[in-house]
């Protein structure tokens, strides 16, 4: 049954690397060798794995069954499975000849048990041996830094943190609710889709409709009150001249709910979505709407998170794309809005494995003077800590940088200057 359950998987995903991740050979799929050996044969030859119809115009009596359990799951049970098949016939040869000579049947299950030791391929880099490597990456990214780092959209925020990084980049932006979080890594997206590249947005809570708005706000300052209003303020010739416009850019800008996932975003799902439309950056507005593929029964919900976290790194590693992701901040994040602090990173709902996996964390806060204070709170290779103060400008999506901690600090002690001057003046 499991063999069937993980051809159907494969199938399904159109993704082989359960069978490579794990060196799952033909002998493991007992009574479905044929079956398997067509499509690594298929997969060898065309680099692709077969369809669903040229499967069965194959296999016409083979039945695929829908398959929810985790990679996980599935190899172990495979893995108990082909012990099983193994172990019986060494069993039953044992129980035979202890009928006669007990030494020999002792001898024979020895050296028979060391062949049941299961083998698994477990790779390894020597960074004494290949330092040439790191030498040659070193000045690919000197001589090529575009092929390394997308620019945020955020120049000040650049400066800080050289930009996203083209891979190993689990970025987490996170607030508490209605402070500006979804339009912050909206604009990323826009900036890098701009630069050329096809992003993918996962919206769990927005339609492609209202992410389209924002976009259209974003990228060319249209009134978003005015289009998502429906106002008739709206110079609509121009807006007309845009989305003509539009149509002659190549590079993708894709929008995609939970309902495209079927109900359920995975991390094999994700990676299907980033090869059939050539992703270059992927966006999660939502971490808790994934599902963790790796859950066990019983689990709570900060084991899920964190596993979800080790997973969406493990795809930005294996896919060479930048993964920025949405996380809410719990109570505790709540600050004042008449100062810049911005919530702490243990504030951070439900897990802090979101943020110990993270390559790069920025918190997200809006002030009551429509200024909106993002503080670097996490990166592997840069400092922590750094404020930076932006009038913002929602309905026209505007960002105008203000200044960073030091002078946002002088400028308000100005600001308290003046008030109490005011107060000393009336009195």
């Not at 976290?309 to 930005?316: A, N, V, Y």
């Amino acid at each position: 049954m499991v063999a069937l359950q993980i051809i159907s998987k494969i199938l399904q995903t159109q993704d082989i690397s359960i069978l490579e991740n794990n060196m799952l050979t033909e002998d493991y799929f007992v009574g479905y060798e044929e079956e398997i050996s067509f499509i690594n044969n298929h997969y060898n030859e065309y680099k692709n794995v077969p369809d669903r119809a040229t499967f069965l115009s194959n296999f016409p009596k083979f039945e695929i069954v829908e398959v929810t359990e985790s990679d996980e799951y599935l190899v172990n049970s495979i893995r108990e499975e082909y012990l099983y098949y193994k172990s019986v016939p060494i069993v039953q040869k044992v129980a035979s000849l202890l009928k006669s000579d007990a030494n020999v049947a002792a001898e024979y299950m020895l050296n028979a048990v060391k062949e049941l030791q299961p083998t698994y391929k477990l790779g390894g880099v020597d960074i004494v041996q290949n330092g040439i490597d790191r030498l040659e990456a070193y000045r690919d990214r000197r001589d090529n830094q575009d092929n390394w780092f997308f620019t945020s959209g955020f120049e000040e925020l650049d400066e800080v943190i050289h930009g996203i990084q083209r891979m190993e980049e689990y970025f987490v932006i996170f607030a508490r609710t209605n402070q500006g979080k979804s339009w912050v890594l909206e604009k990323i997206m826009t900036h890098i889709w701009e630069l050329g590249f096809n992003v993918g947005y996962i919206s769990p809570e927005m339609t492609p409709l209202s992410v389209g708005y924002r976009f259209d706000t974003l990228y060319k300052n249209f009134s978003n009150k005015d289009l998502m209003w429906g106002k008739k303020e709206l110079d609509e010739q121009s807006y007309v001249n845009y989305i003509d416009a539009l149509k002659t850019h190549e590079n993708k800008f894709i929008v995609s709910t939970p309902k495209d996932f079927d109900r359920k975003i995975t991390i094999t799902k994700l990676r299907n979505y980033v090869n059939q439309y050539k992703l270059d950056a992927l966006a999660i507005d939502g971490i808790t709407y994934l599902t963790d593929e790796r859950g066990k029964r019983g689990d709570n919900k900060t084991t899920s998170l964190t596993n979800i976290s080790e997973d969406l790194m493990g795809l930005s590693i294996e896919l060479g794309i930048p993964v920025l992701v949405v996380v809410q901040a719990n109570r505790n994040g709540t600050v004042d809005k008449d100062n810049d602090d911005t919530p702490e990173l243990e504030s951070i709902r439900d897990s802090d494995g979101i943020s110990h996996n993270a390559s790069k964390v920025l918190a997200i806060k809006q002030n009551n003077d429509d200024t909106l204070v993002m503080q670097v709170k996490k990166q592997r290779n840069g400092k922590v800590g750094t404020k930076l103060i932006y009038k913002w400008i929602p309905n026209t999506g505007e960002f105008t940088y203000i200044s960073d901690n030091i002078q946002r600090e002088e400028q308000l002690k100005q600001r308290e200057r003046k008030e109490k001057q005011t107060k000393e003046d009336v009195f």
